[in-house]
């Protein structure tokens, strides 16, 4: 009997989002008897779901070890960090020459539903975090170029933790308008205009500024995750 591919997708979506928010410890065997009763799946489900993983970089295995968490180390965030400014950088340039302008002024609309939102009283950083994502992918997909959006969601999956902790800091510190709003706006001002290299330097600029803060980030995320 066939299992439905529901299942398998099911299990996959409910540990990535545990995996990507530090669920499990870094570098932490992962106890399949114990997920398949909490994700209520049988264990070849699961397995399909974790190493769905492994290779989309989430989690490792070690041969006759099983499934680990993966590491959280500076290095590690700060390619990550680079290789999304690389791809994003592309692709903003592309999208300053290939978006529909119909497009780009939904996603304007977007933005400013997204400035509402960060107002309302009580908005969780997680919350603020998935606006964010949700416009640099908008963005992305402007580019028309659909192999950079799943890179780009898959980055951002691997540094929602950290980056989490960082718009957090930068938020209380500055406000979410300084940090996501208003460098928001430049970039897709110059998207509008078609320009470039302008938005190109735009996007630049928002992504780099908080390359320096990587190693201060990942040990407020280790304090976090390891906090009694």
Same mark, same amino acid.
Request: contains cysteine; charged residues 30%; neutral net charge.
């Given at each position: 009997?066939?299992?439905?591919?529901?299942?398998?997708?099911?299990?996959?979506?409910?540990?990535?989002?545990?995996?990507?928010?530090?669920?499990?410890?870094?570098?932490?065997?992962?106890?399949?008897?114990?997920?398949?009763?909490?994700?209520?799946?049988?264990?070849?489900?699961?397995?399909?779901?974790?190493?769905?993983? %492994?290779?989309?970089?989430?989690?490792?295995?070690?041969?006759?070890?099983?499934?680990?968490?993966?590491?959280?180390?500076?290095?590690?965030?700060?390619?990550?960090?680079?290789?999304?400014?690389?791809?994003?950088?592309?692709? $903003?340039?592309?999208?300053?020459?290939?978006?529909?302008?119909?497009?780009?002024?939904?996603?304007?609309?977007?933005?400013?539903?997204?400035?509402?939102?960060?107002?309302?009283?009580?908005?969780?950083? %997680?919350?603020?975090?998935?606006?964010?994502?949700?416009?640099?992918?908008?963005?992305?997909?402007?580019?028309?170029?659909?192999?950079?959006?799943?890179?780009?969601?898959?980055?951002?999956?691997?540094?929602?933790? $950290?980056?989490?902790?960082?718009?957090?800091?930068?938020?209380?510190?500055?406000?979410?308008?300084?940090?996501?709003?208003?460098?928001?706006?430049?970039?897709?001002?110059?998207?509008?205009?078609?320009?470039?290299?302008?938005?190109?330097?735009?996007?630049?600029?928002?992504?780099?500024?908080?390359?320096?803060?990587?190693?201060?980030?990942?040990?407020?995320?280790?304090?976090?995750?390891?906090?009694?």
């Amino acid at each position: 009997m066939t299992r439905p591919q529901g299942t398998v997708e099911r299990t996959y979506c409910q540990l990535k989002e545990m995996a990507a928010n530090y669920a499990f410890k870094p570098d932490s065997r992962l106890n399949e008897s114990e997920l398949s009763k909490k994700l209520e799946t049988s264990r070849t489900p699961l397995r399909e779901a974790l190493n769905r993983l %492994v290779a989309e970089g989430f989690l490792t295995s070690r041969s006759g070890q099983g499934f680990f968490c993966r590491s959280l180390n500076p290095t590690e965030i700060m390619n990550l960090y680079e290789a999304r400014a690389a791809i994003e950088c592309e692709a $903003v340039k592309l999208a300053a020459m290939r978006a529909n302008p119909a497009d780009v002024l939904e996603l304007e609309r977007l933005l400013e539903q997204s400035h509402a939102a960060e107002y309302q009283p009580g908005t969780s950083p %997680v919350a603020l975090v998935k606006l964010d994502e949700d416009f640099h992918l908008r963005l992305t997909g402007l580019s028309g170029n659909a192999e950079m959006v799943r890179m780009l969601e898959n980055m951002n999956g691997r540094i929602h933790y $950290v980056r989490l902790i960082d718009l957090k800091t930068l938020s209380e510190r500055d406000g979410p308008d300084v940090i996501t709003t208003e460098p928001h706006k430049r970039i897709l001002d110059a998207v509008k205009r078609k320009d470039p290299d302008a938005a190109q330097l735009e996007m630049r600029r928002h992504i780099e500024r908080r390359l320096e803060a990587i190693t201060i980030n990942v040990r407020s995320a280790f304090a976090q995750l390891y906090a009694p």
